[in-house]
């Protein structure tokens, strides 16, 4: 939930012209996250709970490719970039290790 604020916080400075394009993106993919954690959570079942998992973790891949896009157009700053792109990848490793866990 932390990450979701930033990226909401971090892309409202990007142009104008991205808001329906970049800006809601990042956004969709950022919310996805969460948002698959918890609907998988509330089926009551292994399976399921890991195939959200699993699309939550598309989801993080998707962002992380958008976050790189921001940085490469200049909407975000290295510092920011770093920061983002760091903590995606914290919950990718926390993703993986909950998917991995939950197969065996």
Do not use: C, H, W
Not at 16 to 30: H, K, M
Not at 53 to 78: D, K, M, P, V
């Amino acid at each position: 939930m932390q990450f979701v604020t930033s990226v909401y916080t971090k892309s409202a400075s990007f142009p104008q012209i991205e808001q329906f394009g970049l800006t809601s993106q990042v956004r969709r993919s950022a919310v996805s996250i969460p948002s698959n954690i918890a609907e998988g959570y509330g089926r009551n079942s292994t399976g399921d709970y890991t195939r959200f998992l699993q699309i939550a973790l598309g989801s993080l891949f998707e962002i992380q490719t958008q976050l790189e896009i921001a940085f490469n157009l200049n909407y975000i700053s290295e510092n920011d970039f770093q920061t983002l792109f760091g903590q995606s990848r914290e919950i990718e490793r926390m993703l993986s290790s909950l998917i991995n866990k939950l197969k065996k």
